[in-house]
């Protein structure tokens, strides 16, 4: 899972990526953990070798403009699955929804000279009447083109920004957008977000302040400031959690004496699919999964517990997994 931080030059994009990635990092990559308290329960418990965190890969993209993010950064977003756009509504030099607009600009413009460009290739290839294009593609590039010709981001139309056919374009209009408003720390609470819509998500923060907290090693002070400030997590918390909103992912855990791990997979897949995410012999092999929900859990805090009371739930390949679930998967290789 790859988020790309963009945005105007000195909008605070760095000193997010570094809240975000914690003190020590360098460079401008760097792999994060995403925050999970349900795997020191289930530790302490197990007593693992090891703990796996999910994690986010996060990219801050060196070169942008004090008014555009660029080529270069245009270029170097392709891969993501997300975006992370920080608007400086700090300063007061440029008003933050003006640079929101002009973001969006750029995203929908890219797009839409990757489309002129295929859509000139198409007409090329049907002059020679060489016909290799697929008519399918094509509809929908047209469609597409429609839309950001419009001033639409391709995400506002759900159905085709993820139609299979346009996948390989990676457009950036098309991905999920998390806008982070770095705004006075003063203001965090009543800052007034835009109102939410498909693929798109908001969030206030004070990026100077999330920065200097992760530098913190004391709990207790971490806390403190968090309650100054009026907010409920860090910002690391609060990106995780829009992040996996957005892309529609819960989280599922799997115990044993060697590792104690969480896993992402999109809402709705069932318990096959979540294995074979794991591993394709433990799909192949695919038996049963034996489940206990995050909430029997802690009513337990015993998996002998859950299985006398008949908590632990035997369930077959079509099992829509849920938040929290502790699965055992039985396979055979
Ligand atoms: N007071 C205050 N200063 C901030 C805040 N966020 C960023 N800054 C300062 O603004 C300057 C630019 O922040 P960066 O995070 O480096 O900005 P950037 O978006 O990475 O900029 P480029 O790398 O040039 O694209 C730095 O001096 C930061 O300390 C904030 O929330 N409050
Ligand atoms: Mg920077």
């Given at each position: 899972m790859k988020t790309a931080i963009i945005g105007f030059s000195g909008s605070g994009k760095t000193e997010l990526f570094r809240a975000l990635a914690g003190p020590g990092v360098?460079?401008?990559r760097a792999m994060v953990k995403v925050p999970e308290p349900r795997l020191e329960p289930l530790s302490e418990l197990f007593r693992p070798k090891k703990i796996t965190h999910i994690e986010i890969e996060y990219l801050d993209p060196p070169g942008g403009g004090a008014r555009a993010l660029g080529s270069r950064v245009l270029s170097d977003i392709r891969g993501?699955?997300?975006?992370?756009?920080?608007?400086?509504?700090?300063?007061g030099a440029q008003d933050p929804v003006a640079q929101k607009d002009s973001i969006e600009a750029e995203l929908v413009i890219s797009d839409m000279?990757?489309?002129?460009?295929?859509?000139?290739?198409?007409?090329?290839?049907?002059k020679k009447d060489r016909h290799l294009y697929?008519?399918?593609e094509e509809e929908l590039l047209i469609?597409?083109?429609q839309l950001l010709e419009h001033e639409n981001p391709l995400r506002t139309e759900r159905t085709l920004a993820r139609h299979e056919a346009l996948k390989g374009f990676a457009f950036l209009s098309a991905k999920p957008i998390l806008y982070a408003w770095n705004v006075n720390e003063n203001r965090i609470m009543d800052f007034n977000l835009p109102a939410e819509e498909p693929d798109q998500a908001h969030i206030a923060f004070s990026?100077?302040?999330?920065?200097?907290m992760s530098e913190l090693e004391d709990q207790q002070e971490v806390e403190e400031f968090m309650r100054d400030l009026g907010v409920t997590g860090s910002v690391l918390d609060r990106v995780v959690s829009k992040t996996f909103e957005l892309l529609g992912l819960i989280t599922y855990l799997t115990t044993a004496e060697k590792q104690v791990r969480a896993w992402?997979?999109?809402r709705g897949r069932n318990a096959w699919e979540a294995a074979g995410a794991i591993h394709s012999d433990i799909q192949k092999g695919f038996i049963r999964a034996e489940v206990l929900s995050w909430e029997d859990f802690l009513r337990c805090k015993s998996f002998k517990k859950a299985k006398e009371l008949g908590l632990l739930r035997l369930e077959g390949r079509e099992y829509i997994v849920q938040d929290g679930d502790i699965i055992t998967f039985r396979f055979n290789v």
């Amino acid at each position: 899972m790859k988020t790309a931080i963009i945005g105007f030059s000195g909008s605070g994009k760095t000193e997010l990526f570094r809240a975000l990635a914690g003190p020590g990092v360098s460079g401008s990559r760097a792999m994060v953990k995403v925050p999970e308290p349900r795997l020191e329960p289930l530790s302490e418990l197990f007593r693992p070798k090891k703990i796996t965190h999910i994690e986010i890969e996060y990219l801050d993209p060196p070169g942008g403009g004090a008014r555009a993010l660029g080529s270069r950064v245009l270029s170097d977003i392709r891969g993501v699955d997300c975006l992370l756009a920080v608007l400086d509504a700090f300063t007061g030099a440029q008003d933050p929804v003006a640079q929101k607009d002009s973001i969006e600009a750029e995203l929908v413009i890219s797009d839409m000279a990757v489309i002129e460009k295929k859509l000139d290739r198409i007409r090329e290839d049907r002059k020679k009447d060489r016909h290799l294009y697929d008519p399918l593609e094509e509809e929908l590039l047209i469609q597409a083109l429609q839309l950001l010709e419009h001033e639409n981001p391709l995400r506002t139309e759900r159905t085709l920004a993820r139609h299979e056919a346009l996948k390989g374009f990676a457009f950036l209009s098309a991905k999920p957008i998390l806008y982070a408003w770095n705004v006075n720390e003063n203001r965090i609470m009543d800052f007034n977000l835009p109102a939410e819509e498909p693929d798109q998500a908001h969030i206030a923060f004070s990026a100077r302040l999330e920065r200097e907290m992760s530098e913190l090693e004391d709990q207790q002070e971490v806390e403190e400031f968090m309650r100054d400030l009026g907010v409920t997590g860090s910002v690391l918390d609060r990106v995780v959690s829009k992040t996996f909103e957005l892309l529609g992912l819960i989280t599922y855990l799997t115990t044993a004496e060697k590792q104690v791990r969480a896993w992402p997979l999109k809402r709705g897949r069932n318990a096959w699919e979540a294995a074979g995410a794991i591993h394709s012999d433990i799909q192949k092999g695919f038996i049963r999964a034996e489940v206990l929900s995050w909430e029997d859990f802690l009513r337990c805090k015993s998996f002998k517990k859950a299985k006398e009371l008949g908590l632990l739930r035997l369930e077959g390949r079509e099992y829509i997994v849920q938040d929290g679930d502790i699965i055992t998967f039985r396979f055979n290789v």
